[in-house]
């Protein structure tokens, strides 16, 4: 259809009525709320509520991310998200004392979760710290000072183990030294020295890359300690085991979380309006954007709630930049999310979706151009559809691969292509005859060009720039049209000739009109006329949709040539069928994606460029909306 007029909205109610028309609003669905801007009054603050309810949702989203490793439900790409009404997500709120006892359980399980980890990994690096003097059969408790000496362990680095050698030496006569063995890159030792030379022996000790092992607190021979630990860590891998036990049965109520968060989310995006209303002592203003066409709904709505409140609506002035909000048949809506790829349409400007999603429809299907793979992905996408009912743009998406599914069976048969399987009776072979579907292919990038100069000068005459459709757009369409019955020879071609002249004087006549001087304006012509180049490379860039439908057909001939190698036997026709299923499989992947992105990006540079405008933001009014549930009315 269009895009949607928008009226702005001004109301003022009594403070009392706030909360109460706002979630009548939320419910209806129908407003976006702006910051007002009303001179000289303030803003309102945001209400004590939307503090606590931002701490309620971190605690809840704390404790979904401490379950979520322990979350082994599989579900499958199909499964749909649970339904949910909006009766039932306002009344969560009766189930806050039941989340709050859930929520408490998963903090003391996630606690001692915690707990458990840490002590399992100190044990882990006593373990590690004691496992190079596992052979040191002696109390730890001895090691250390006595009465005449001093003792201690620790362990060398490979690359002192020599210097290590001419230091044991060297303090023969005053020191007792005992490799306890060698692990990896280090030699673990045990000296016992004279306090005389102590402090020098273990000075050297340290330059020659000594480290001491710190066994402060430590009883019994490290082998023990040792078991000890590994002893403790079993038990501690017991205890985790029956709390993991115990976080499956909290995980398996993990669906009344999810629907807190919903519940919450859209609490605190109704909330978050206060701060743009303003606000006196007893009263409050607000402002937002209304779809023309529901304003008696808002109004209605508005009066039942506050019968003493004051609402008017109001069409956007020019200054103002209202929200966009467009409105097209069944048909068409899916093909908005190609255009919200590109760029949201401004207000007021024109919606390319109807006109936009013909050329898709029929560009993908060329480009794809098989009648099974179309099959598949319509099949395909239809499944998803009515098994995992997916919403915004996922939804979108499926529809137009539904759609264009459609198309490439249409095509695939003018073109007898299924499977790739020769000898399919055709209209146009492309193997055969490629340069019947590149004339194809050149057709259809000439019509969409062409539209797309109608629908621009169509927007400039709507605009009341009558000048400006018959300067930029109409000269084009007769140069473009005329340059196909020159191609045409005969009496066309004689009418083709003139027409595409006439096209270039005009061009070269105003192309420079806004520019000031002769010079100027012959160098603006000048550069019009030599804009037939750039007319002539975009439709050129249309010979991708026969690079493209080429392709896919010759990859399905490569693997049914590959796939047919193995038949003649058992084994021969299951590894063929193997082989086939395979190579279809991807070359419908791949080239699914190729087509989509191609076809896309024609519409975006070779059609938008024609007359699009851009960099609109789209209509949001403030409404129920849902993470984990779909919402049924």
Excluded at 111 to 133: G, T, V
Excluded at 608 to 627: K, N, V
Aim: aromatic share 10%; proline share 4%; charged share 20%.
């Amino acid at each position: 259809m269009a895009i949607l007029s928008m009226e702005k909205l001004t109301l003022i109610a009594h403070a009392d009525s706030k909360q109460r028309l706002l979630k009548v609003l939320q419910q209806l669905g129908k407003v976006e709320v702006i910051s007002c801007g009303v001179p000289d009054l303030p803003l309102a603050c945001a209400p004590e509520s939307l503090s606590r309810l931002e701490e309620r949702l971190s605690c809840l989203r704390e404790a979904l991310e401490a379950i979520r490793p322990y979350d082994e439900s599989k579900q499958s790409f199909l499964t749909p998200k649970p339904p949910m009404t909006r009766e039932q997500l306002e009344n969560l709120p009766e189930r806050f004392a039941e989340a709050d006892e859930l929520i408490g359980k998963i903090q003391r399980f996630s606690a001692d979760m915690s707990a458990f980890k840490a002590q399992r990994q100190r044990l882990r690096n006593r373990i590690a710290l004691l496992e190079p003097y596992a052979h040191f059969d002696a109390p730890l408790e001895s090691v250390g000072p006595s009465r005449y000496t001093q003792s201690l362990l620790g362990v060398i680095p490979a690359e002192g183990v020599t210097a290590y050698s001419e230091i044991r030496e060297k303090y023969a006569d005053s020191a007792y030294f005992e490799e306890l063995g060698a692990s990896g890159k280090t030699q673990s030792i045990f000296v016992v020295m004279m306090h005389s030379v102590c402090e020098q022996l273990v000075g050297e000790l340290k330059s020659v890359g000594m480290t001491e092992a710190y066994i402060k607190e430590l009883t019994g021979t490290p082998k023990d300690i040792i078991a000890d630990a590994q002893k403790e860590i079993e038990r501690l891998d017991a205890q985790e085991k029956e709390l993991t036990d115990a976080a499956k049965e909290l995980v398996a109520q993990k669906s009344l979380l999810l629907a807190l968060e919903d519940y919450l989310l859209n609490e605190i995006a109704r909330e978050k309006c206060f701060e743009r209303l303003s606000e006196t002592q007893s009263a409050f203003v607000m402002e937002g954007w209304v779809v023309a066409e529901d304003r008696e709904k808002v109004k209605a709505a508005v009066l039942e709630t506050a019968p003493e409140a004051y609402i008017t609506f109001r069409e956007p002035l020019d200054d103002e930049s209202p929200p966009t909000a467009v409105k097209n048949p069944r048909l068409v809506e899916p093909f908005e999310a190609v255009t919200n790829m590109y760029s949201y349409p401004q207000y007021n400007s024109f919606d390319p979706n109807p006109v936009m999603a013909v050329f898709y429809f029929i560009i993908f299907g060329i480009m794809m151009g098989d009648a099974a793979y179309g099959a598949i992905l319509s099949i395909g996408a239809y499944i998803v559809l009515r098994l995992k009912k997916p919403t915004g743009m996922f939804r979108q998406v499926t529809t137009i691969i539904m759609y264009c599914g459609i198309s490439t069976v249409l095509w695939g048969l003018f073109f007898g292509s299924i499977f790739s399987i020769d000898g399919v009776p055709a209209v146009i072979n492309p193997i055969k005859e490629p340069m019947k579907l590149l004339l194809v292919c050149l057709g259809v990038g000439f019509t969409h060009i062409i539209t797309g100069l109608i629908v621009g000068a169509y927007v400039n005459i709507k605009r009341g720039k009558l000048l400006n459709a018959l300067f930029d757009q109409v000269p084009w369409i007769m140069v473009l049209v005329g340059a196909v019955l020159l191609a045409l020879g005969g009496t066309a071609g004689a009418v083709g000739t003139y027409l595409a002249l006439a096209g270039l004087v005009v061009v070269f006549l105003t192309n420079g009109r806004d520019r000031k001087g002769i010079f100027r304006k012959f160098i603006g012509g000048f550069s019009g006329v030599y804009g037939a180049t750039g007319y002539l490379s975009d439709i050129l860039s249309y010979c991708r949709l026969f690079g493209m439908g080429l392709a896919t057909g010759v990859i399905g001939m490569v693997f049914n040539t590959i796939g047919g190698l193995f038949f003649g036997s058992v084994v021969g026709y299951i590894l063929g069928a193997v082989v086939l299923v395979i190579g279809h499989v991807f070359n419908i992947a791949i080239n699914a994606l190729g087509c989509f992105v191609h076809t896309a990006r024609l519409q975006f540079i070779e059609f938008y460029s024609r007359f699009y405008e851009g960099g609109g933001h789209i209509f949001s009014p403030l409404i129920y909306s849902t993470r984990h549930f779909r919402l049924e009315d």
